[in-house]
């Protein structure tokens, strides 16, 4: 694979800030509040899978993760 572009890695680093807006929003409440809770668990599982694919990607270079790694954690104590 080749190794994406500062803009594309920047695009990826922005999807993974909004699954895990996603997450927090969700587990806190001001997100898919109508949702059944089954909704708002598949919800928080898609977004954690997406997170953890795209934290083990090599190509990363200065991008805080720390934010990404909290939102994993908090998603899987969430399911």
Do not use: C
Not at 30 to 35: D, H, I, L
Not at 59 to 66: R, V
Request: charged share 25%; no cysteine; proline share 4%.
């Amino acid at each position: 694979m080749e190794t994406p572009t500062p803009e594309q890695i920047d695009q990826h680093y922005k999807a993974m800030l909004d699954s895990v807006w996603l997450i927090n929003a969700v587990i806190d409440g001001s997100f898919m509040g109508t949702a059944s809770a089954d909704e708002k668990r598949s919800a928080v599982e898609r977004n954690v899978a997406h997170l953890e694919l795209m934290r083990g990607k090599d190509f990363w270079t200065t991008e805080d993760m720390a934010p990404v790694d909290a939102a994993i954690v908090a998603g899987k104590a969430y399911v």
